[in-house]
């Protein structure tokens, strides 16, 4: 029975960050919302949502270049 190491890194690595982002907005909102208040827990959500706006710009970015390196190396 062999293993693919590799794949179960990228699949651990991609659940530590969907977790991560999910307390950051879970916990770090959910505050900002008993302490400060809906239109504050709104705001914070508005700024995490842009905050988060480049990377994900960046994965896309480097999604479609690994499409385009792959496409290539097939021909």
Request: contains cysteine; hydrophobic residues 55%; aromatic residues 8%.
């Amino acid at each position: 029975m062999s293993r693919d190491l590799r794949e179960y890194a990228r699949q651990t690595t991609f659940r530590l960050i969907i977790g991560g982002i999910l307390l950051l907005f879970l916990i770090g909102d959910g505050l900002i919302y008993l302490i400060y208040g809906p239109s504050a827990a709104l705001s914070g959500l508005i700024c995490l949502g842009i905050g988060l706006l480049p990377l994900l710009l960046i994965l896309l970015a480097l999604a479609i270049i690994d499409w385009i390196v792959k496409r290539a190396n097939r021909e």
